[in-house]
């Protein structure tokens, strides 16, 4: 099996412009993750997805690989197909944000690992127990599985409702990163968005509706986004801390 891993690192972001190449702990964020991914056993290559030329040239400075895609992309599905058609021997693709500079290897590792001996498996995800005080963030997905650990639902709502709160009660946060079978990968990015993705503004709602399933794989990894300066300055001081 051959796995691929692509980073999509668009430079535009309205909260934090040239979000791909803002320094945390004096590299470009789009280098910490680039770094982290490639020490990731499973994946034959690590590739940066982008359309901008600035972090096109920062990758290549400190020696990695990226590619140049479409400016006109409307998800970072779209940038990812693009790559896939690209790689027409790869079996699996992982796609890792570009805003996670902490990204822990085995967890893509896990992701790419769980399409071995599962022929019919075409997507997976992760979850994570969620802290009590995003319930009711918007900001952060909540995601609910059947027994067999397949996606019933993902939300900006709270739930499971606690209307009969049972004990050992909890609220999964879905976490984005994913993994593709690549052949699916292409058919996903060709469908039509759908009406609960709209309502939702989730993406891979879309998959939902359209009968496919998406494994989710329980992890304490909670992520560590970077989206506003505040984020920022909190890695940079996280950062900090770490290398005393």
Partial sequence: MKVLCVIPARYASTRLPGKPLSLIAGKPMIQHVYERACQAKLPDEVVVATDNELVKKAVDGFGGKAMMTSPDHPSGTDRLAEVALNYPDVDVIVNVQGDEPMIPPEVIDRLAECFTGDSEL???????????????NPAA????????GY???FSRSLMPYPRNKPE??????????????RSFLLKYAA???????????LEQLRALENGYKIKVL???FQGIGVDTPEDLAAVNELFAKMNK
């Fill in 122 to 136: 075409q997507m997976a995800t992760l979850k994570v127990a969620m802290n009590e005080e995003d319930y009711n």
């Fill in 141 to 148: 997905v909540k995601v609910v599985t059947d027994l067999n």
């Fill in 151 to 153: 996606a019933l639902y």
């Fill in 168 to 181: 050992g009660y909890k609220v999964y946060k879905h976490v984005g990163i994913y993994a593709y079978r």
């Fill in 191 to 201: 469908l039509q968005p759908t009406p609960l993705e709209r309502a939702e503004s």
């Fill in 218 to 220: 329980e992890s304490d």
